[in-house]
């Protein structure tokens, strides 16, 4: 992705996004939204995310706020839709098919 244009910087994410995991995703978000305008976060290869995940998502969405920059969730399966509707975290959080 171009770092300098328009188009946003995908961070993928894999399998499961627990609290073994959350944190590696934490330094990715972090390092992306650290020089990037708008990151989007590929969902679709994630199996099951937990409450570890979620913070991180949620830590991610500060982060972009506080510096002005955009994060968008991209391609969740119905197993991380699920979890951000009992949550309430899809009100809160951008996301896309």
């Known amino acids: 992705m171009n770092a300098q ?12 996004i ?5 944190p590696s995703l934490r330094r990715a978000l972090s390092a992306a ?26 830590w991610a969405r ?3 706020d506080r510096s002005g920059r ?3 969730l991209r391609g969740a399966g119905r197993c991380v839709v699920r979890l951000l509707k009992l ?3 899809h009100r809160r959080l951008a996301v896309e098919p």
């Open 70 to 72: 955009r994060l968008v």
């Open 33 to 58: 939204l650290a020089s990037h305008r708008a990151v989007v976060l590929d969902l679709s290869e994630v199996t099951f995310m937990d409450c570890a995940g979620l913070g991180a998502l949620v």
């Open 87 to 89: 949550t309430g975290l």
């Open 62 to 64: 500060n982060q972009a």
């Open 5 to 16: 244009g328009n188009e946003p910087f995908v961070v993928r994410a894999r399998g499961e």
């Open 18 to 22: 627990d609290l073994h995991a959350a």
